[in-house]
Structure formats: C-alpha cells, structure tokens
C-alpha cells in the first residue's frame, strides 16, 4: 500500500523556526513535494527534492533521505502569513500521479 | 506560467442534480489532468487520473459511473457530479501535470486549478 504520513497540527512563534517531517512508503518513487494551502485556495508549489539532500529556497528549506523514506520542510524566520497547510506529496511511478499526505496545520504566533 | 482555469469557484446545487466543474488549460496542453477532493480538515483525496482521449482512470472506492470524467480535448477537462447527494458536498481541484523549467533545473511539476467548493442542498 501507500503511506504518507505527516503531524496533523504545529504551532510555532512569529519568528522561531519550524521543521516539520513526512514519513512515506509508496510503490516506487519518482520525488517528492511539498506544497503550501490556505483554507478554500489551490495548493502552491513550494519545493521539489528527487536526490538525497537539502534544497534551499530563501526562507523554506526540504530536505530528503530516500533510503529513509524520510522529508521534512524547514521554515525559518516564521511570519504570521505561514500559517497554513502543509502538504507533502509523493509521485511514484504509476502514471505521474501525486499522493498526499494528510497535511499539517501549523500555526504561527506572535 | 501554466494555468489551469477551474469553473466554477463555488456551486450550490439540489440533492438528485448534477454539477458539472471544468478545468481549462490556457497556455499549454494538458495531456494529464488529475481530480481531488478535500473534505474540510483533510488532504487532497485522487479521485482519478484522465488523458486526453482515453478512459479515466479511478482510483479504489471512487464510483465512475457517479464521478464522469471527460478529457475530450487537450485543453479542456470536466468532472460531473451526478445526482448529487449532501455527502458529496466538498472542495474539488483538478491538477495538470507539466514540465516546469526553472533557472537552468528541470523537473516535471503540476499547475492546480483554483478548486471548486461544491454544496449539495
């Protein structure tokens, strides 16, 4: 089967740092994202990982571990506009398709 | 950038109707387009996977025959919700899948459309 697994809630401080993790088995593996959603809105592309490593995009950060089956998105200098969903999502190899996680809802506050 | 273009944004509609939603690729042609549904508090759900000219795919648990998936051409995607029940009533998002080429890396991502919120009365 398929498992994608991430915390449901987090709260963190205007400011801090927050990492948040996803855990996943799924049928082959051809990357991982990790996508951002408010309440009612589309998800927005947040970051890509395929190779084992930390890519760094400003404030966000992902980090991935394939042996593992292991991710997590790093947010730094937290704002209160974070607050949101965070989805990570794994495309395996059946036809391109994305499964996600259930998604963490962090808080951030001042 | 690739946009997908979701109509409508939101739907109310009579328990027994059908609803149908559209995703428009406008830029690009969207060979693959995927469907999801969110439930309040929850992830993106697949509910099936369409390709232009072919037969959608579904996934396990997502009646076809109450989910109709069109892919006629390659601009243009539609789910029909067919007699609707209050059960149904839910966030749907179609999603094409693209090749994104960004500051010299490639990677092949996805473009959402901006979703439909669907109440069934």
Known sequence: GQNIDQPTEMTATEGAIVQINCTYQTSGFNGLFWY?????????????????GLEEKGRFSSFLSRSKGYSYLLLKELQMKDSASYLCAVRGNQGGKLIFGQGTELSVKP | ????????????????????????????????????????????????TSNEGS??????????????????????????VTSAHPEDSSFYICSASIQRSTGGDSNYGYTFGSGTRLTVV
């Open chain 2, 1 to 48: 950038g690739a946009v997908v273009s979701q109509h409508p944004s939101w739907v109310i509609c009579k328990s027994g109707t059908s609803v149908k939603i559209e995703c428009r690729s406008l830029d690009f042609q969207a060979t693959t387009m995927f469907w999801y549904r969110q439930f309040p508090k929850q992830s993106l759900m697949l509910m099936a």
């Open chain 2, 55 to 80: 037969k959608a795919t579904y996934e396990q648990g997502v009646e076809k025959d109450k989910f109709l998936i069109n892919h006629a051409s390659l601009t243009l995607s539609t789910l029909t």
């Open chain 1, 36 to 52: 951002q959603q408010h309440a009612g809105e589309a998800p927005t592309f947040l970051s890509y990982n395929v190779l084992d």
